[in-house]
């Protein structure tokens, strides 16, 4: 099939995505155009865990603001080191000392970390953090230097960033591959016939502790809720 736009590519792509994700044991969500701060990948699929997300339902109701982003930022900061106090905490965030109480407040109430006086620690991630891994896509039909250029962007946040195109001559996919082999990103083709194949998978695999992390982790808590 030849598509006309980009959007139809994606669309084409995502359809695909919903199928072969109810074949499989696992949880996906799939999400299009997700604002990272540093653009916004053409498709982002979400594996979770529905357990965590379960135990955590009763901390978020329908008045619960989304979490803020000094909050993503507190948590991939907490999330990787012990005891920390809010002083450390507030200077690492520069925030106020109001700030910081509104913050800790947030964080609290959104069951993602405990405190003790004046230290504050991350509750641990296998109670906390339903993302288990985040693949995201940048789909061109003919731009691939440009997908690639944005592809390795958001290696920031997850190592499994992939470029995602139409199948071409073999030709031009070794000239694709190889660049993408040098930027440590994945290449894969899709058609509607013959279904997704890789044929350069990302240098690295799994999750990247980031506030994006973390904001995707509390935002798919809240269509959960």
């Known amino acids: 099939m030849t598509w006309v736009t980009e959007t139809d590519f994606v669309n084409s792509f995502v359809n695909l995505m919903y199928f072969e994700k109810n074949q499989k044991r696992y949880y996906y969500k799939i999400w299009r155009e997700v604002n990272t701060g540093f653009g916004k990948p053409d498709v ?4 979770y865990k529905p ?5 955590r339902i009763n901390f978020i109701h329908s008045k619960m603001p989304p979490l803020s982003t000094k909050a993503a930022y507190a948590m991939s900061y907490l999330s990787s080191r012990r005891w920390v106090s809010t002083e450390k905490l507030g200077n690492f965030l520069l925030c106020s000392r109001s700030q910081l109480r509104s913050l800790v407040e947030e964080l609290t109430d959104r069951g993602l970390v405990r405190t003790n006086g004046h230290l504050i620690k991350a509750n641990p991630k296998s109670e906390i953090l339903a993302v288990n891994r985040l693949w995201v896509f940048e ?11 944005q592809a390795e962007r958001h290696l920031w946040f997850t190592k ?5 195109m ?3 001559k073999k030709s031009l996919i070794d000239l694709i591959s190889l ?7 994945g290449l894969s083709f899709f058609n509607e016939k013959s279904g997704l ?12 502790n ?3 992390l973390w904001m995707i982790n509390e935002k798919l808590l809240e269509e959960f809720k």
């Open 166 to 168: 139409p199948s071409e």
């Open 179 to 185: 660049e993408c082999k040098k930027r440590g990103i």
């Open 139 to 149: 789909a061109k039909l003919f731009q691939w230097k440009t997908a690639i250029e």
């Open 44 to 47: 982002v699929v979400i594996e």
């Open 210 to 212: 980031s506030p994006i």
């Open 160 to 164: 499994d960033s992939y470029v995602l």
């Open 197 to 208: 194949e890789t044929v350069v998978h990302s240098a690295e695999t799994g999750l990247k």
């Open 51 to 55: 357990d965590i997300l379960e135990s």
